[in-house]
């Protein structure tokens, strides 16, 4: 990338609306990080509490997700903890807040995952408000690091459905997208 | 038993558990690094306190929780579910869910586990301002 490639990137991005990117690898240190200076962008532009909480919900529920199931991983120097990578970018466009995510994930998981996102923007906030009560009272899903409700409470705090899209990018692993709309 | 008292930080909220007072606090945000590590000890202490705690003993188990991710709502679940167990079987166990007026969110997390909660006592406090 040469020197004014960056100017340009930058002006793209805020073209776009974006107030805040992040590309790379997420740790519990940089999601509290990225988190404390979401709530104080937050304050400072008086965004009221009830919306403030939907955006931070989302921004956390997928964080966590792309540091424990990015396909594109790094190990910290001591060899403790994994992280996972991801980009981030959260911005505020024609009255809406966006969160905007991006991570790698196997080629394998992209039909599993996309009937099950596909079921979730199709449920209506009463289906998706029983299916977490639901879930809620179940385990989680072998495969799953936390209770398996993320994606469900994104699409519970969102004002209208979720955007999601999958790039293949070898025979291995696809880029999968998700946007969250906060009015 | 002993206090179990885990101070605040950052995604970590502030938890006092007192076998002499009977009133225990879970206070502030909750979204650690590892939620299920986080909670084990939370969980075994609260097994072993409603085990022996005598039917004529009342316990107040206080939440002021103003933000949790989805893998704390499955704890607090099952920790629930464990109180309702105990209160099933004639304890005197009650949950108070403090929510900020401003804070829609907490209030309606605080319904949702009360219409999953049938045989606990489940109040919703708005705070004092």
Known sequence: ?183 | MEVLEIPAGTGMPAIRLDPVAHSHRFAGESYPENTSEFYAPVLAWVERYLAGLAAEQSAEFNFEIVYFNSSTSKIFMDLFFQLEEAAQSGKAVTVNWIYDRDNEAALEYGEEFAEDLVDLPFHLVEKAS
Request: aromatic residues 10%; proline residues 4%.
């Open chain 1, 1 to 183: 990338m040469m020197l004014d490639d960056l100017h340009a990137l930058k002006t793209r991005m805020e073209d776009e609306g974006a107030i805040f990117c992040f590309s790379g690898p997420i740790s519990h240190q940089i999601v509290i990080g990225i988190g404390e200076a979401l709530k104080n962008n937050m304050q400072a532009d008086r965004i009221d509490t009830s919306t403030s909480m939907k955006i931070f919900s989302i921004f956390m529920e997928q964080m966590q997700n792309m540091m424990f199931y990015s396909a594109e991983r790094l190990c910290g120097p001591n060899g403790e903890g994994e992280f996972g990578f991801g980009i981030i970018v959260l911005g505020r466009r024609e009255g809406e807040h966006f969160v905007l995510c991006g991570n790698r994930i196997p080629a394998a998981k992209v039909e599993r995952l996309r009937g099950y996102l596909s079921d979730l923007v199709a449920m209506s906030p009463d289906q998706l408000k029983q299916l977490y009560r639901q879930k809620r009272k179940q385990g989680p899903e072998a495969d799953s690091k936390g209770a398996g409700l993320g994606f469900i409470e994104m699409a519970r705090k969102c004002s209208r459905p979720l955007e999601f899209d999958f790039k293949p990018i070898d025979a291995d692993t696809a880029f999968f997208t998700i946007r969250g709309f906060i009015q």
